[in-house]
């Protein structure tokens, strides 16, 4: 992987074809960023390092036709990189821009609530788990691209894909667990509150 | 010690390599024969696939518009740099051939760099680093700036505020800010539900629209004087309830005053208390913040309250609650027990304050939309000459004001927008208290025009509101906007039309008022600008919105709710060139995001409720902009159902 002074020998073929990869796939890369990082803004940094990086590793790119992998490879380190510096997991919303999306802004409200548990869970699992999960299940990619994605072989890309899924399953159940009990306090507190106020305005009749 | 071996393990595997792969024939014979006894391994095959669906239900992330712009620049910076590069490196390998260093130079270069580094490393002991918490971001200096909270839930009602000093910066623009909260408890309606709130400039009083079953409240809450009561906002623990009704700070509670609005065309002078039309008990009764129920059994209309440039004044427009009647202007100032009418037509509607005078806008009978600034202490009223922007909310500059544009519904007693979208205005060309302004009055609202033909069918919609055609032109300084009175009739055709001319909003004005044509009473040469270029008024109209200007005029914030009513919209921040004037959507300070309705613009920084994970009532966000950049924070809000931010 090209260190940051990596200079590529060719910067107008680069330029060129970053421009080409950024035009085919900047959005999944945003994406697959967002998720692994779960913060939009983070991502949309790292999205535009990934992009750097490429520029400056291009020389290193053998078969074009493999190019996609190869990106999700830079920004995969980038985002791993990038918790391991700040080691860090932030449970921030996704709070992004949100024009062109059909559904009204009540409807994505509740989505997100939905969503946010597998979200949580999603960020408990190990990030070579999470990006083989995300990998997989949301960019479509199996057997060489995910293993060349991920950079290890194809039965290790396997192997983190099969204990994602149970690390996931796991993580999922205890965020669950944890959203009942927050969701039964609420709704104990606000009864309450409620025969409170009743009882209060009775009280109030009486006198 | 060996421990326990998961026997189940192995079929966990399977099951989760099964939806990536095919199992080998072994395998799968294997597996099957498992499931058939074990109902735990069975669960767990139905959560891997109930998982999968999941993920693939993930919301879809779209990248910010200005993703490309910022990855171009830094392509270009990386061409450059690897164009300097390659010169440097053909200068180096030039160079080398033509002039190999002597070992003694070399062995000189070596001795003075272990001499420096010895000297560093002596030296290093002596530098302090700067202190900072490892994985935190620096945070970045802002000028302090109060943000007060309105915190409604079941039983228990409060005011939050904090000063806002330190934000994060850009590289972290959503960090957890640690600011304390002061937390005075407000003795409002339990069943209430905020509006709108707005803090007036001193900070000494917050205004709040409160939704109570089938009416509306306006009250205002007397702030604390100093944040002498900081608690944590988690901790539910604030100012304590003293007996006999004194605050911790020693003030003496008042009970809460009502009002309720005039029924007929009451004046400002003739405005009568008539008694408490509420089944709370008094403020008195309880510690807490002073409230002070400036009207009651309302419903309230057109834009949310707000203060005037001095603050000395609040203004919002309102209607009876059994809805016998329109709305009218009404102002309060401190010290006033209750709010007074300005107008009494019941057809005007609170826009937003031009300086220290107040924009209202009204539907004529002929369906258009026409503007008046009437100033608040003379009632000396002028009418706007220009495309009748339907609410327009004016900067503190008054030179630039954002208004709606489109079909309005005047089925109704209250006027609501059908069909259009939001619009930039030049607001100090046509300001008729702005400098080289004629001194005209408000004329005639109900002059006909040519393109102003009611639908008969719709005209007989309301009856017993009669157009007056024949209405006198306001006299200048007159206390009574008496003439416009007359044009409730404006409900007499459903159908409104704001006007513009076509040549000046070609897209939006095609699709949102095909049936506008130029109005003579209006002056079509003032260009109106669209907010939104690329939204189409007929398809995805703009029903719902709020508009607020930073105190600067050069940010503007607006909010835009998908139906009307909506709880949750979608909010931009855009910036003003200083020079050109011209509402950057482009480059925007906050992208369109998600948000709750109720934002604050204070004036360098925009305070919103965004939605979280950990509350379903969403979280306080700030975002700051300025000579150090864009920065952030989120406030851990109080634990209350409802908040709404002021600055």
Redesign the interface.
Known sequence: MPGANA???D??S??SF??RL?ASH??EI??YL??MLR???????L???T??KA??AFDTLEDHNRARAWLYKIAGRTALDELRR???V????????????AS???D??L???L??D???ALLRIPPRQRQA?LL???HDM?GLELADALGVSHVAA?AL??RG??S??QA??AERAKSAI?ESK?VR??AG??I??RDD?RR?RID | MRGRVDQHAKF??LL??R???SLTRIELRTLNAHLKKCLACER?DA??RA??F????????????D??A??SA??DR??A???R??KWGRRLARGRRSAQPSTALMTAVAIIGVTAAIVVLQLAPAVTPLAGVP?QPTPLEVQPQSLAMLGL????TAVYSTQVSQVCP?????CVGSEKLVRSPVHLP?TMRSGNVALSPSGDQLAVVGHLPGQDMIAVVMMPPDANNVVDPNSGAGHSAHPDGVQNDGQTQAPVKTHQPDQSAQTAAQATDLGSGT?E?PASAVAGLTVLAILENVQSAGAAPAWSLNGGMLAFSAMPDDASSGPDVYVWSPGDDKAQAITTDHASYFASWSGNRIVVSRVNSSGRVHNSVIDPRTLEERAVNAPGLWLPTVNDQRTEAIGWLGQLDTTGVLVAPRQGALFVMDWGSVDPFGAGASDQPAPATDAPTPAATPQASQATATPGLTPSLSAPPQPRGSASPAPISTSQSATATATATAQLSPSSTPTATASATPTATDDSSNDSSVPLVALEPDRDPVEAPVLDWQVHWSSDGLVVGVWI???TG?????LAVLSVDPVTEQVATDSPLL?????KRGFSMGLDRVAWI?????N?DG?L?IRTWGSDGIGGL?LIAPDQEDVVPAF
Do not use: C, N
């Open positions: 200079v590529t020998t910067p107008a680069a330029r970053v421009e950024y900047h959005a945003y994406s967002a998720r913060d939009d803004e983070l991502a949309a940094d999205t535009q390092e992009f750097v520029f400056r700040r080691k860090i932030r449970f921030v919303p996704w709070t992004g821009e949100s024009r062109g999306s009204s802004a009540e994505q409200v989505r997100l609530r969503s946010a597998l979200e949580r999960l997989s299940e949301l199996t396997r894909l099969t899924r149970e996931l399953r999922l159940a927050e609420r507190a606000t509150a409620r409170e106020r305005e109030g | 966990r595997e989760a390599a939806l990536d792969r767990v959560d891997y998982q999968r999941l993920l693939h239900g993930l919301p879809t992330r779209i990248p910010p518009r993703l490309w910022r990855t830094s392509l990386e061409v740099r690897a164009y590069a390659r994985g839930g079941p039983g228990d850009a590289s972290a623009p959503d339990t089944s008990p709710a998908d139906s909506s709880t949750w919209g979608r992208a369109m995001t998600l948000a965004a939605p979280s994970d950990t379903v979280e966000r989120r």
